[in-house]
C-alpha cells in the first residue's frame, strides 16, 4: 500500500486532499501545526486504519519511519487575515517548511507536490495569467510575506529537482471555495456568506470591479491529484478560468441566501489584485483537467455548510 504524506492536512484543502488519497487507497499520514488548520476538519477519518495525524511543526525536522511515497506541501497560513497576522510564520513555513519536505522527499525517493498559489504572479500586467508570466510582485508590501515564500518554494522545489533528481510537481492554485473553510477565513467568499446569513453588512473592498475566479473544492482536489499523478514538473495553474467580478459574487451570494444584507464600502488593501483569472490551457492539455462544478451549485453546498456553522 502506498503511502502519502501531506502537511498542513487538517486545513481546508489539506484535508479534503486526505480524503482524496484515501479514496484513491493511499495510506495517509497528515501533519498539521493547527495554526490555521481544524482537527474538526479530518474528525471524521478517526479510526481509520489507514489515516494517522502527526501534530508538528514542519518548520523543524521531519520524521517518519517507514517507506513514503508522495509527499504533498499544503502547510502555510493562505488567507490575507492570517498571513498579515502571521507574517514571520508565513514566511518560516514557506522557506523552512518547505526545505524540511523536499529533505524528507529526498529521504525517502518520493515523489513531491508543492502547493503554491496565484499569488505568485501579484497584481499581474498579463491576464489571464499563463505559467509563463514572471509576475508583479511586491517583495517588500505586507501581502509580501505570503507571495515571496511562495515563490521561493517554487524556486526552492525546482532546485532539487534538477539537482536532486527529485519526482516535483507545482500546482499554483487560484480561488477555491466550500466546506471546510472558516468562519472567519477572511476571504471573500467566507466573509460574504456569514455577513449574509447573519444579515450583516456585506464588505465589499474597493468599488467592488476588482475580478476573481472561484474554482469549487471537488475540482480543485480532482485537478491536484491529477497533476500528482502525471509527468509535469513545471508550474500548472489550477483553478476555475471563470471570470467575475467581486461585486457581482457578493449579489450572487445576498440572492442564494435570500438575506436582507446591504453592501458596504472599504478601502481596497494594499497590493490587492485588480484582476486574476488563471490560463488553464496547460492543465487541460497536460492532465485532461477542467471544472465541471457550476459556481452557483457550489456555493448552494457552501451556504448549506456556513448555515450549520452559523448555529453552533
Known sequence: METAVVTGGAGFLGSHLCDKLLFEGLKVICIDNLITGNVDNIAHLAGNENFSFIKHDITNYIFIPGKVNFILHFA???SPVDYLQLPIQTLKVGSLGTHKALGLAKEKNAKFLLASTSEVYGDPEIHPQPED????VNPIGPRGVYDEAKRFAEALTMAYYR???I???IARIFNTFGPRMRAKDGRAI??????ALRAEPITVYGDGSQTRSFC???DQIDGLYKLLM???NEPVNIGN??????MEIAREIIRLTKSKSKIVFEDLPINDPKVRQPDIRKARENLGWKPIVKREDGLKITIEYFKKLNLE
Open 167 to 169: 519526482e516535483t510537481r
Open 163 to 165: 539537482y536532486h533528481n
Open 133 to 136: 508570466y514572471w509576475g508583479n
Open 216 to 218: 469549487y473544492i471537488t
Open 230 to 232: 502525471s509527468d509535469e
Open 241 to 246: 478560468p471563470e471570470e467575475i467580478p467581486v
Open 76 to 78: 502555510s497560513p493562505a
Open 190 to 195: 467566507p466573509n460574504f456568506i456569514m455577513q
